[in-house]
Each structure stands twice: as structure tokens, then as C-alpha cells.
């Protein structure tokens, strides 16, 4: 990448966000989408540009392509906001007087959905540059019934983001031979949700490069960005490219002034400010699958999976199914921080609270629980067997008979929305939290039940040992971030259900495998008396060997 990315101080603070789900661009990014949009874009003669910015706010990506363009153009643009989209008018009108402006108050997805008859704004002809930052707006928020609709149009399955629409919408209006680039959320890359957007992307556009922006805090909001860049459909197949930049605790290898700029080499680079980013250059990998998760390859990354893959027996998967913890949807009755005395049906309660690597701390809160199992199946109790908690329930009936989905779905007013299954509670379980640093996985052999800010795992008992001990290393740190590389903000991963059932394990039968079982059990043990640093770090080297590779610094 050699073209330089151009700042702006008037802009340094426009990154604020909008109520329906709207993050304003910051300049320098703005900047630096147009760049590659334009480096990307096949020359267009004897009539005008055109350009769409299908979500305008106040113009900042609009005004960064128009600065990088010479000759005619016509702007089209959609707004929702409408002093953003006034203020947007002027700021072109006044920078670029020449510029033919289409700017409409109203949403773009409703003239998609519309399947633009008769062409946008009147006309049937397509654009040759599209720039965007789409609304990020979750299902919960625009209703069911619009995400149904946006869902049967553009053919999105599971959880419907707004910008999942605008990405698959834009493609529709995009020139055979046009350029666009858009910013989105990196979850995007990664997720089940994104998974249907991603397939429409690399089926209705070319993509040519892929932007993780990581944790470098471009934007005020906690948005964790990435920049596509693609090519109208009669553009030849490529690889696209793809750079990461997250932050690092490494030592520098040379400096940069920014992150964009940072972009421009590989390693690890510092800023003025002290922070340090890796940066890695590849090309984009989905697994041979227009709906799989989009990652960095490279040859020492695909060399290093191989390497774990020929030495991988099974994933956690084949112990069994991941779960996530029980949801009440009334947390302040069933498990309020404090009891003020003891009823029948309190059972002890797992939270992240107490969580620790290999053996949690013991457990000190209770929730109520009004299930057991009958036959293998849960069912509600007999509240007359418990006078206690029925009374104490009883207090809060208004409350809980206020969960109306509860009642609907036939279910007692007294229930635990989501109480998983009760016969598995008494079983040891593999338990870990959802979001941390360093992977977060420990043995519950005290029959407590898992709240909703954990997920666990039950099935056979060796195999959970061994599964521990693979968790919690460093090498699965490292496969994590080269198979997933889902990061927030300091460096934080997300052990979320998809990810984790893919972790790899070794043969379970293999000497390797055994004494990591044999190793997981004596530290669980040792571990009531205190910290095990030692043996932590013989089980960590134990699980690289089981993999048939040399221990790395992670």
C-alpha cells in the first residue's frame, strides 16, 4: 500500500454515534476507505462518475472519495437523519460546487427492497463507486418484522444485522466493472450471524482486499472495524488480500504514525502514544466456503494448522454439546447477590465471578431453581413441596407473570426461562467464561448450575481433563488466533460456542494425551492449597507436544 492516508484536525472528533445505530466516520478513515476504493477503480469515460453512499451521515466518506476524483460526478446518497443530511448538502455544495448532488432523506434498503424500479432515484443505471458505513442496528432493536422482510430479500439466515441488508443491497447497485469499499463491524468476518452476508458478498461482488482494524480505536464508540473492498461482478477472480493490526505487547520493530500508516508494513509497530500493533499481511482464506469464516493465510500460518490438524484426533465437539448457561429473564428473583434466608430449592451457582483457570474459587452465590428431572427430562417442581421458596416465589408473582413468553409458551409462571437440564448438573462439567485475555476454563466437580455468563460441557470424564488442559494452554491461544482471531479491545478473545467446539484435541488414547489427564488432576487437587505455576507450565508444554509442535511465546 503506498498511497499516503491524509488526516485532518477539523475531523478528529466526528466519531460520535447516532441512536439508530449510527457511527459517524473519523477522517482518517474515511480518508483511507476512498484510497483504496480509487486505487481499485476502473477508469470511467465520456460521461460523469457516478457515486453512492447509501447511509450519508455528514458526508465524510462522501467528501474523502470527491477529494481523490477529478472531473465529473454525479453524488446520489441516502439519509435517514435529516439536519445530517443537510449538513452533509452544504459541506459538499461549498468544497465541491461542481458535483451534480442526489441526496434523498429516506432509507436505502427501502428502495432496494423495492427492488429499485425504475433504478434509483429514477434511473436504471448502476454506480461506479460506492463508499459506506453502514448502520449497525441488531434485530432486537429494528423489530422482528423488518428483519424478517430484509432477511426473505437479500436470503439472511440467523441473527439479522441492518448492515448485513446494506451490504448484499449495495452489491445489487454495484457496476459490473465498478469499486466499492464500506466499513463494518470485524464480528462480521467471523460470526454465525455474518455467515449469510459473507456468502452474498463472495458470491454478488470480486472481493479484492480485506481490512481487520482490530482494536485500534479509531472510532470513539467500542466498534471493531474492518474495510472490504471489492469489484463489480465482471471483474476478474483474484485472491484478495488481507492485513490485520491488533495491539501487542512485543517489542517494536520499527515505528509508525498511526495505525493506517502502521498498515503500510509488517511486524510489529509503535506510535507516538506508546501503544505497540502487530501487523500481519496475507490473503483472505474461507475455508473453501463462500459462508465460512473469513481469516488471514499465509504460508507460516497454513504450515502451522497443518502441522495441529495431522495430530488432532477430534474436537471438542465429539465430547459433546456446548452449552450456555441458565437465563432466567429475572435475575433479581431467582439469584439476587444476596439471601436473606435459606429456602428448599437453592441450588449453588456458577458465575464468572469465581472463575479461575483449572479450578474455579468456590462457589458463593445460590440461585432458586424450580426444576428436576423426571426420566432424563426436566420438569417444573411441585411448588406445595416447597413452602419456603413457594412463598418467597409468590412475593414475585406480579414479576414473573410479567415474562408473558414464559406463560405463552406453556410453561408455569414460576419457571426459569432457560433452566437447561437438571440431570446434567450433578455431572463434572468443563465450565468457561465468554470474554478474557487469557482462555478461561476450569472443572466444576461440585454439581452447581452454570449461570448465563458462562458456557460448559459435560460427556466423558477423561476426555473433559483433557479438554481442559488443551483450553487453558498457549497453544490454543495461538490456534485461536490463527483459525478465529474474534478480538475486543485489549487483546480480549471470545470463547463463544462456535469457536470452541472447534478446538482441537488430541488422540485420547495416545501417552501424550493420558498424562495430560493424569497432569489436569493433580493440578486441580494442588490447587485447593494455592497457585501451581510449575506444573501450569509442564501441562502447557505437555499440550504442544501433543500437537507435534515446538512451544512458542504467546
Partial sequence: ????????KRYEDVGETKSDGVTYTPRALADFVADRIVANAAP?????????????????LLLALLDRLDGPVEVYGFETDSDALEEARVRISREHPSAVLNLRIGSFLDHVLDDHAGGLFGSAEPYDLIIANPPYVRTQIM?????????????????????????LGMATVLAPDGATGFIVSNRFMTTKGGASARAGMMDGT????????????????????????????????????FASIYQSKAEPTHEATDPLAALGQEGVAELPDGRAFLVQHGTLDSGSNSAGVWRLASEGVESWLAAAEANTWGTFRDIGKIRVGIKTCADQVFLPKKWDSELELHRPLTTHHTARRFRPEPPNRQVLYPHHAVDGKKQAVELARFPASRAYLEKH????????????????????????????WPAPKLVFRDISEQPTFWMDLEGTVVNGDCYWLTGNEDRLWLALGVANSTFIERFYDRRFNNKLYAGRRRF???????????????QGAREIVKACRDLYARLADG????????????????????????
Fill in 1 to 8: 500500500m503506498t498511497e499516503a492516508v491524509r488526516f485532518s
Fill in 496 to 510: 463463544i460456542t462456535q469457536y470452541v467446539e472447534q478446538f482441537p484435541l488430541p488422540d485420547p488414547t495416545s
Fill in 531 to 554: 497457585p501451581e505455576p510449575d506444573l501450569e507450565k509442564q501441562i502447557d508444554e505437555m499440550v504442544w507436544a501433543a500437537f507435534g509442535l515446538p512451544v512458542e511465546e504467546v
Fill in 44 to 60: 470511467v469515460s465520456n460521461r460523469p462518475v457516478r457515486v453512492l453512499d447509501p447511509a450519508v451521515g455528514h458526508g465524510e
Fill in 397 to 424: 408473582r406480579a414479576t414473573l407473570e410479567g415474562r408473558s413468553y414464559v406463560i405463552e409458551a406453556g410453561r408455569q409462571w414460576y419457571e426459569i426461562w432457560v433452566p437447561q437440564n437438571p440431570a446434567d
Fill in 143 to 167: 423489530g422482528a418484522d423488518r428483519a424478517r422482510q430484509l432477511a426473505q430479500q437479500f436470503g439472511l439466515t440467523g441473527r439479522v444485522d441492518l448492515y448485513h441488508a446494506f451490504l
Fill in 206 to 241: 470480486r472481493l479484492r482486499e480485506v481490512y481487520d482494524l482490530g482494536d485500534t480505536k479509531l472510532f470513539d464508540a467500542a466498534v471493531l472495524p474492518a474495510v472490504v473492498i471489492a469489484h463489480g461482478k465482471a471483474a476478474k477472480p483474484a485472491t484478495p488480500s
